[in-house]
């Protein structure tokens, strides 16, 4: 062999050797970007990812690296799934890193959030396998710390979904009787004063008349004539009827020495297509088909008679069963009957609950803002009510805005217990969301449709979820710092700052997060103003501020001091 030769082939050899044998060597920082940097909360855990950019010549052949992302914080370390990759003649199924020309690698990063994250250095631990020899690297830094704003977002914030009273102060009743005439008649017979129903309505409205809480509004008179007999004809019957009950029952009023009656209204039909068709429809006539048609047939009443009239099987029976009962006069009495007022109710309240019904109980809870005093009144409903779910369900509200959650997991379930009712089971799905249990929340969704609170629960579960964008549509125009936040997460600032501007009762976390708008708007006075703000109702916020990376570009201590 030539000797030059064989000069070259050894020195391969050994540079073989060398690259195979020799440790690997530190990994260097400047190989390393994550994204985003820092970390940020989304949902309940901190995702990110590390992009590795592994220079030429750095990584053995034979060795293989197991790299595990590490987040430090106060004294705490946690770790995300380890991720592998090796060189050429590692026999395995990791990603490749070249010697001669490097390489790139993701690493993907995924942490269950803590609050103390907010304050942390994500870090990288290198453990190498070459041959027999196991041994670890220096870790090196990637990131500091983690953006926390989405972590504001709260299943207590949410109002609980209240089954409503059906209270109300004023009902309409209505009492009718008919007066029935002969064909071709307008008197009215002795015989139809005398019915049941006549008695009826007559005992009712003399009732109202005695009683402060009955106000007759309007007694009301409709008279008609069947449509047979030509149109003249049947409006003179028709007006006949009309003037003749009310000539009547202006009468009877006077003699019973009713004054206060409202209005007295009359007025008739000449033709009444409209019962005729209708009683049709709900007979037993063989043809009534035929004669339905005819009637979709011909608008006209006139040619409508003589087709009618045409069908001589049919008419008969139509003389006979039909339209005798569409000569008559319908007298009807609209009387309201006059609730209790706020005041008796809630004197009742006070001195004997047991005499208001559930809707007046229920109702009462609704006068007032307390919530202590609404816990007091639903417990009572409870108590009074025990097989009404809506007193078990409202309860439970109370005692979830109360922070007692708990009593209120018990309450719910009482409720639902008692039927498939959709506002308790959106409730416990509040419940489950609050101790993380977000697939369960979630079934109990779906059992809530309908239920008008029900949007800003789920608000809040696709926040939980990652998904800002769906919380901001399930939101809609809520106005609460749950929506607010869905807005910042998705940057729309203007209307964030409008969402929280118009909250009526604005609490610690408002003011938080308008100083969050604050600094992500280059707005230092605002942000001073409304961190200030949000410290003086709570006190356990300035610490949150000095670790808060949303405020790094900013001197705090106008706000904190």
């Not at 595990?68 to 060189?87: D, H, I, M, R, W």
């Not at 297509?273 to 063989?286: H, T």
């Not at 703000?533 to 790094?552: H, P």
Request: a neutral charge.
């Amino acid at each position: 062999m030539n000797r030059k030769l064989c000069y070259v082939v050894a020195a391969g050899l050994v540079l073989t050797v060398s690259s195979c044998g020799k440790k690997l060597g530190q990994f260097s920082s400047d190989y390393f970007t994550a994204d985003p940097n820092p970390l940020e909360v989304v949902g309940t855990n901190v995702p990110g990812r590390v992009s590795a950019k592994i220079p030429a010549k750095f990584f053995v052949k034979n060795a293989e690296v197991t790299v595990t992302p590490t987040l430090v914080f106060n004294g705490k370390e946690v770790t995300s799934q380890a991720y592998s990759f090796q060189g050429e003649k590692v026999r395995g199924n990791n990603p490749v890193i070249s010697y001669e020309y490097g390489g790139t690698q993701t690493i993907p990063v995924n942490f269950v959030y803590e609050p103390e994250m907010a304050k942390s250095e994500l870090m990288l631990d290198f453990a190498v396998t070459q041959g027999n020899k196991r041994y670890v690297l220096p870790r090196v830094k990637v990131a500091d710390g983690v953006v926390a704003t989405a972590a504001f977002a709260d299943a207590a914030g949410v109002k609980p979904a209240l089954a409503a009273d059906a209270f109300q102060r004023i009902i309409n009743e209505k009492y009718a009787a008919d007066i029935m005439f002969l064909i071709n008649q307008a008197n009215i017979r002795a015989g139809q004063l005398k019915t049941d129903a006549m008695a009826e309505l007559q005992r009712e409205i003399i009732a109202a008349n005695g009683d402060t809480s009955r106000v007759l509004q309007e007694i009301n008179i409709s008279s008609y004539a069947s449509p047979d007999g030509g149109v003249k004809l049947n409006e003179r019957l028709a007006s006949d009827r009309e003037k003749n009950t009310k000539d009547y029952m202006s009468k009877q009023l006077k003699k019973d020495k009713i004054t206060e009656f409202g209005e007295l209204t009359a007025q008739f039909t000449a033709q009444d297509w409209e019962g005729f068709q209708k009683l049709v429809a709900q007979s037993n006539i063989q043809d009534k088909d035929l004669i339905l048609s005819v009637l979709s047939m011909y608008k006209d009443p006139e040619q409508r008679e003589r087709e009618i009239r045409n069908l001589s099987s049919v008419f008969e029976q139509l003389a006979d069963q039909i339209l005798p009962r569409l000569r008559y006069s319908r007298i009807t009495a609209s009387i309201d009957v006059i609730g209790k007022s706020d005041s008796e109710i809630k004197a009742l309240l006070a001195s004997d609950p047991s005499k208001l019904s559930v809707e007046e109980i229920l109702y009462a809870a609704t006068l007032t803002d307390n919530n202590g005093e609404r816990l007091r009144i639903y417990d009572q409903a409870a108590r009074l009510y025990p097989n009404d779910y809506r007193t078990w369900n409202d309860l439970g509200m109370a005692q979830y805005i109360d922070g007692d959650y708990d009593a209120a997991k018990r309450s719910f379930q009482k409720a639902a217990s008692m039927g498939n009712n959709p506002e308790p089971q959106m409730n416990l799905g509040l419940i489950e969301m609050l101790n993380g249990n977000y697939n369960k929340a979630n079934q109990y969704f779906g059992s809530a449709a309908g239920v008008e609170e029900l949007g800003d629960a789920l608000g809040v579960y696709y926040l939980k979820q990652g998904d800002a964008a769906a919380a901001v549509k399930a939101f809609g125009n809520t106005k609460s710092n749950n929506a607010a936040l869905a807005q910042i997460l998705t940057k729309d600032y203007s209307k964030a700052k409008s969402t929280l501007a118009g909250i009526d009762n604005p609490n610690a976390v408002t003011y938080y997060l308008m100083a969050v708008l604050g600094a992500r708007t280059n707005n230092e006075s605002m942000l001073n103003t409304n961190l200030r703000q949000a410290v003086r109702m709570d006190s356990s916020l300035a610490g949150r501020a000095l670790n808060d990376l949303e405020f790094k570009n900013y001197n705090l201590s106008k706000a904190l001091n």
